[in-house]
């Protein structure tokens, strides 16, 4: 089975501080994706990547940059987190260019900007 | 916007009943996908259609599709406890490679 593992359950970070939320897939995936996802509003994509050292922006990239330095690990990063980043991150991984694949869902880093 | 729309919001039936989960959308698509989330966990795919399939099954899941309504459905049968959950659509449409997910359903089982 595929594994996506995002490396923190919870976090709480300061205001202004830079958080790194990692994730890592087992299964050579090419293809790897961030979501931010909030109550009433859905699963909105941060950023995404299909090969290493690419990126490209979804639909909510502002304040959050990422990288793709090896296939299995990508990282989010919050320059400067501020209260409105709180929610649930989630990081998912296929295996081939969308639209043939399902995505595979680490379970989560619930991030609380304090 | 071609996100998915889920119907109903939330859903409570008797365990042992079936649940019902619809799903709208608006523009031409590839393929459509349901996903179940457990409380507090990452989504789980659970199947895939594609544009020119109408209909799926795996276990105690049956989804259809009508491409011509532009919606789908997600039927399970004999509900058990362990499928209270949120369950999404997500849809991914022939002009790009994105997948756009809907807001969900919240199913609870009732014992």
């Known amino acids: 089975d595929v594994k996506v593992t995002q490396s923190s359950r919870y976090l709480v970070k300061r205001t202004g501080e830079k958080v790194f939320l990692e994730c890592v897939q087992d299964m050579d995936h090419e293809n790897m994706f961030w979501y931010r996802q909030d109550p009433g509003l859905g699963l909105r994509l941060i950023y995404f990547?299909?090969?290493?050292?690419?990126?490209e922006k979804g639909d909510i990239p502002e304040g959050y940059s990422v990288s793709r330095e090896k296939k299995e690990r990508f990282s989010l990063i919050l320059e400067s987190a501020s209260t409105n980043q709180t929610s649930m991150y989630l990081c998912?991984?296929?295996?081939?260019?969308?639209?043939?694949?399902?995505?595979?869902f680490g379970n989560g880093t619930r991030l609380t900007v304090t | 916007s071609q996100q998915g729309e889920e119907d109903p919001q939330a859903l409570s039936i008797q365990e042992g009943e079936n649940a019902t989960m619809n799903c709208s959308y608006k523009t031409s698509i590839n393929n459509l996908q349901w996903y179940r989330q457990n409380s507090g966990r990452g989504l789980v795919h659970l199947i895939l259609?594609?544009?020119?399939?109408r209909e799926k099954h795996s276990g105690r899941l049956r989804v259809t599709l009508d491409t011509s309504k532009k919606s789908s459905s997600l039927l399970i049968t004999a509900s058990r406890a362990a499928d209270t959950a949120s369950y999404f659509c997500?849809?991914?449409?022939?002009?790009?490679?994105?997948?756009?997910f809907g807001k969900g359903t919240r199913l609870h089982i009732l014992p």
């Open positions: 259609i594609r544009s020119n399939e």
């Open positions: 990547s299909y090969d290493v050292k690419m990126k």
């Open positions: 997500a849809v991914v449409g022939n002009r790009d490679d994105k997948i756009i």
């Open positions: 998912a991984s296929s295996p081939e260019a969308l639209p043939r694949s399902p995505l595979h």
